[in-house]
């Protein structure tokens, strides 16, 4: 009979979703791993329970080292990326294309009032910009302008549960993301209406994204449909399939 050599390749399936789940560096060498689990890496279903339960425990202990006060770094118009980067988990052209004049912010869960908002009416409210760094997972970062109503006066307004533990996001691309509710009260996290780019140009999230700088870019979600606020864990697209939810700093 013919033995085959194993080699690092075979691990390779396992290994990259190790990597993922612990895309942050957050620590436990594959070794470790196997021990804590008592299973070998041949047992996915095992690793991949074990993963989620370590990353939904540091997503507490991020979540409380989280500090509200800390502001990300802002940059000057000078240094602005042009042409700001596209990301979507599809190609460019397929990015949707919404309406704004009949486009309505849909809200839902604990929050008092959850009539719908439209592209007018959010403007009323006071708005603000920043020059930030969007950082994406994929290895690239880029500085760009956003402008918009912080999160945190909008949230006010509808009388969201400010105690409650997350606020969800649902996009016009089936795209979907939740953060804490610290993370979504932060001075910088913005429900933003204007984006980098020229005017006209809506694939940057037209026409509201969530741009918190102190995240992740997959924790900002573009072409936002609905906002709700919870306390049962809402998950996400990417945080489904194995990211870090907490994601931030
Ligand atoms: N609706 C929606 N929002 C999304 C995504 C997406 O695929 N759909 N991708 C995320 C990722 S991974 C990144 S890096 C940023 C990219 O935003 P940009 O196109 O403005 O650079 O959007 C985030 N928000
Ligand atoms: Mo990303």
Redesign the pocket.
């Known amino acids: 009979m013919k033995t085959r050599k194993i080699s690092l390749q075979d691990f390779r399936p396992q290994l990259a979703r190790v990597e993922r789940r612990l895309f942050l560096k957050q620590s436990l060498s594959l070794g470790a791993l196997t021990m804590l689990s008592g299973c070998t890496l041949k047992d996915e279903d095992a690793v991949d329970r074990l993963l989620f339960a370590m990353s939904r425990f540091n997503d507490r202990v991020q979540a409380a080292l989280f500090d509200p006060e800390k502001l990300a770094p802002t940059y000057s118009e000078a240094e602005i990326t042009q042409p700001?980067?596209?990301?979507?988990?599809?190609e460019e052209p397929l990015a949707?294309v919404i309406d704004g004049d009949h486009y309505r912010l849909q809200l839902s869960g604990l929050i008092e009032n959850k009539s719908p908002w439209s592209l007018r009416e959010l403007r009323e409210l006071p708005q603000v910009s920043q020059i930030t760094r969007?950082?994406?997972?994929?290895g690239?970062s880029?500085i760009?302008k956003w402008g918009g109503v912080p999160l945190r006066t909008f949230l006010e307004r509808v009388g969201a549960d400010l105690t409650a533990r997350y606020v969800g996001f649902r996009?016009?691309?089936?795209?979907?993301?939740s953060i804490d509710m610290p993370s979504a009260l932060h001075a910088q996290t913005l429900l933003a209406l204007d984006?980098?780019g020229s005017q006209g140009e809506t694939?940057?999230?037209f026409p509201v994204?969530i741009r918190i700088p102190t995240k992740?870019?997959?924790?900002?979600?573009?072409?936002?449909t609905e906002i709700f606020v919870t306390n049962d864990y809402p998950g996400g697209?990417?945080e489904d399939k194995g990211y870090n939810w907490f994601s931030g700093s």
């Open positions: 700001f980067p596209f990301n979507a988990f599809y949707p969007q950082v994406c997972v994929e690239w880029a760009g996009c016009a691309d089936n795209y979907s993301t984006f980098p694939k940057y999230g994204k992740l870019g997959f924790k900002n979600p573009k072409f936002v697209y990417w």
